[in-house]
Each structure stands twice: as C-alpha cells, then as structure tokens.
C-alpha cells in the first residue's frame, strides 16, 4: 500500500490591518519623497540642489526599509513528490525565493534561545527575553530554521504538526536542561 504525503506551505499568514497601515503611509512617503527629490531636480539642477536631494532620499530610504518591516511576510514550501522546499519572502505580490533540494530529514525541533537588546551600546541589557525556534535537522548535524516567535505554544504546535504530518521525529528542546522526545500520534487532517 502507498501512500502520498501533502505538500505543507509553513506561513506567517497576513500581516495585521494595523501593520498594512503603517506600512501603506510608509510607501507613500516614500513615493513622495522620491518625486519630490525628481521635481526638485528638474526645475533647479544645481549641486546645491543635488546635494538636497541626496538628503531627501536618505529619507527615502528609512521610509522604504520601514515599509519592507512592516509588509514582509516569510513563507516556505515542502514538495515532497519533488524532494524540494523553498523559502520565501513576500512583499505585497512580489516574492523571491528559490526552490532547493530537500535533504533527508531526521527531526524536526523547537528549542529556546535567549536574546537582549543593548540600544546605547553600553553593555548593560535594555530588554532581554526567549524565542522559539523551529528547526529541521538533516544529515546528522544540519538544521535550517523554519519558524520563529517569541511565545512557546505557537511554535510548539508548529513543530509537533510538522513532525506528524512528516512523519519524523520530534525533540522538545524548549527546556535547555531537559530535552525530550515528544511520542507523536497521528493527526486527523
């Protein structure tokens, strides 16, 4: 008896309407920005005005690096009739990513990692907290990372899902001092 493996799309989903919002007025301001930069060019192309411009599209710029923050959403895809996966990242309709071998996998995992924020750089931690990652190990002592947030359940789910709907192991290693092998059943998809 045979039997086929769904393709899994592993997706932040849709941002939410108060991120599109603020990524809208960002592109806007940059837009904006840029026309203005190109008007003023056209009636004063002058070094003085050049030099202006310049400043103006360093605004430009920040406005566009904002707007890509808050409208990326990072997506990856497992064909497993092909052996193939991909990982992408969409902005609006535009993505990029590239499609790549899929190695044999021996488990997936979701551990925890410690992070703080140092923003005046003198050494003393602003904010320090955990994320959890989820990640699928292959070939004995490779891992690509799939998943990531800052709660535990989301990524526990993710994790436990996958490795059922793959059919591989899975490693709760959310505990750093306790790891262990979850016993997974079957889902009913």
Excluded at 110 to 126: E, H, L, N, T, Y
Aim: a negative charge.
């Amino acid at each position: 008896m045979s039997y086929k493996i769904d393709n899994i799309l592993v997706s932040e989903g849709n941002r939410p309407l108060w991120q599109i919002i603020i990524a809208a007025i960002f592109y806007t301001v940059t837009l904006l920005l840029i026309l203005l930069s190109l008007y003023i060019l056209y009636i004063d192309f002058t070094i003085g005005a050049a030099k202006g411009c310049v400043g103006i599209l360093s605004f430009a710029t920040t406005a566009f690096v904002l707007e890509v923050r808050f409208s990326l959403v990072n997506n990856i895809y497992f064909d497993f009739e092909k052996r193939l996966y991909k990982k992408e990242y969409a902005v609006g309709i535009f993505r990029l990513g590239t499609w790549q071998h899929l190695p044999n996998i021996e488990y997936i995992c979701v551990f925890r990692q410690g992070w703080s924020k140092d923003s005046d750089g003198d050494g003393m931690s602003d904010s320090a907290g955990y994320r959890y990652d989820v990640n699928v190990w292959h070939d004995s002592s490779k891992h690509f990372t799939i998943y990531t947030n800052l709660k535990k359940e989301p990524s526990y789910e993710m994790a436990k899902h996958l490795a059922t709907k793959m059919k591989v192991d899975f490693l709760d290693a959310t505990d750093p001092h306790n790891k262990q092998w979850v016993e997974l059943e079957e889902l009913a998809l």
